[in-house]
């Protein structure tokens, strides 16, 4: 069974469009991550959610906005896709916020913006 | 904000211990220290996780010196599978921020 999934895997589409990107886990956990990696790989965390509350933003556009409507789900909603946001954006959850707790990490969604 | 550093990529063969060190020079007295492997058009996996000294596990082993500015990732005996990525992620105000360093490709030959 899979853990932690996001849909699509693969997201093709043009500058100035709005998409969303769904993340789901079944592991009961409470936090739940979107990071971005871009093309040289580098992995940065973007947003994080504890029971409903957003406990990091890190300074990202706010073009893209978060949405979690359970502890299970929290969705990536993305308007106006700019060139620049083309990457694999990765979901992931942990069982608490923070410290000691292991991240688990979906299986990404690429996104290419024309 | 913490600064981490890794080797770009490393080079090994099977059989062999490889060791790969990560930079983090502002890191917090309490702040954590986690490894994470990937592999190609996956998502990162869990590998490690420590604080000070050494962690060991039933994949690798951890070591953190005293002043807590580096750690090294130790893995023994690798295997072909372990070609991958490896990064260190550091964890800033008591887990309200993580940062992970660049990443180190392994490449393990025959």
């Known amino acids: 069974d899979t853990a932690v999934s996001q849909t699509p895997k693969y997201l093709v589409t043009q500058m100035g469009n709005d998409k969303s990107i769904k993340c789901e886990q079944n592991?009961?956990?409470?936090?739940m991550y979107w990071y971005k990696q871009d093309s040289k790989k580098f992995l940065k965390i973007m947003f994080s959610?504890?029971?409903?509350?957003?406990?990091i933003n890190e300074t990202v556009p706010n073009r893209f906005s978060p949405k979690s409507p359970d502890k299970a789900h929290l969705n990536l909603h993305i308007n106006s896709l700019e060139l620049g946001d083309s990457a694999v954006y990765f979901c992931?959850?942990?069982?608490?916020?923070?410290?000691?707790?292991?991240?688990?990490f979906g299986p990404g969604t690429r996104l290419t913006v024309t | 904000l913490a600064k981490t550093t890794q080797p770009i990529s490393m080079d090994s063969y099977e059989g062999q211990e490889v060791n790969i060190t990560c930079s983090h020079n502002?890191?917090?007295?309490?702040?954590?220290i986690t490894w994470y492997q990937q592999f190609p058009s996956q998502g990162p996996r869990f590998i490690i996780q420590?604080?000070?000294t050494k962690v060991t596990n039933e994949v690798a082993s951890l070591f953190i010196p005293a002043d807590r500015k580096s750690s090294t990732l130790s893995l023994p005996r690798v295997s072909l599978s372990d070609t991958a990525v490896y990064y260190c992620?550091?964890?800033?105000?008591?887990?309200?921020?993580?940062?992970f360093g660049p990443g180190t490709r392994l490449s393990v030959l025959p």
């Open positions: 502002n890191i917090a007295t309490n702040d954590y």
């Open positions: 420590g604080y000070k």
């Open positions: 992931a959850s942990s069982q608490g916020s923070g410290r000691y707790y292991e991240q688990y």
């Open positions: 992620l550091v964890e800033e105000n008591y887990g309200q921020n993580f940062v």
């Open positions: 592991l009961g956990h409470d936090t």
């Open positions: 959610y504890n029971n409903k509350e957003l406990i």
